[in-house]
């Protein structure tokens, strides 16, 4: 336990490193962010392993949302493998919700319906990731990560139940729960 608490913590710092030496542009933010997202996802219990879906949920005709989107999509090109999980990006529009089947992961950017992602996620046991702690805090999504002079990693207590998902112990207690 006391190792997998001081590979949890290193992993985690050295994440941290990543975001705070690299959150001078939007792209390399997203970059990092994404990373972070990836190690998130591997604190889940059960441990997700092999490759999985990682959909960006997108609001069409909206720059701000699709932007973020192809941020996302180029950090994740390729795939992101985070120990024995690959993450592989699927782009769903906001306005078809119903292609969230199959993914175990879901970023959500911003100018998106919170809620209603949340709705057609949460049944589905998804993960959800945003860079919006409005998110969070509106308990729409499990996971917020923000970096701005540092980084903040912040679980929705309600969106994590709702979706039946259960994070790592030793993972619970490095990041902040509301």
């Given at each position: 336990m006391v190792n997998s608490r001081?590979?949890?913590r290193h992993a985690l710092l050295l994440a941290i490193c990543l975001m705070a030496g690299e959150a001078g542009s939007a792209q390399t933010a997203s970059s990092?962010?994404?990373?972070?997202?990836?190690?998130?996802?591997?604190?889940?219990?059960?441990?997700?392993?092999?490759?999985?879906?990682?959909?960006?949920?997108?609001?069409?005709?909206?720059?701000?949302?699709?932007?973020?989107?192809?941020?996302?999509?180029?950090?994740?090109?390729?795939?992101?493998?985070?120990?024995?999980?690959?993450?592989?990006?699927?782009?769903?529009?906001?306005?078809?919700?119903?292609?969230?089947?199959?993914?175990r992961v879901a970023f959500v950017t911003v100018n998106t319906d919170y809620r209603e992602i949340a709705a057609a996620a949460a049944p589905r046991a998804i993960l959800t990731i945003s860079g919006d702690p409005a998110c969070t805090r509106a308990a729409a999504c499990v996971v917020s990560i923000s970096a701005t002079s540092t980084v903040q990693i912040t679980v929705s207590r309600a969106a994590t139940r709702a979706a039946r998902l259960k994070f790592n112990s030793a993972f619970l207690m490095l990041i902040k729960e509301i």
């Open positions: 001081l590979w949890l990092s962010t994404v990373l972070v997202a990836g190690r998130v996802a591997s604190f889940l219990q059960p441990a997700l392993s092999g490759t999985v879906t990682a959909a960006i949920v997108y609001r069409p005709g909206d720059y701000a949302s699709e932007r973020e989107a192809r941020l996302i999509e180029r950090a994740l090109a390729g795939g992101l493998t985070v120990g024995a999980l690959t993450l592989r990006p699927r782009r769903v529009a906001s306005t078809a919700l119903g292609d969230l089947g199959g993914a």
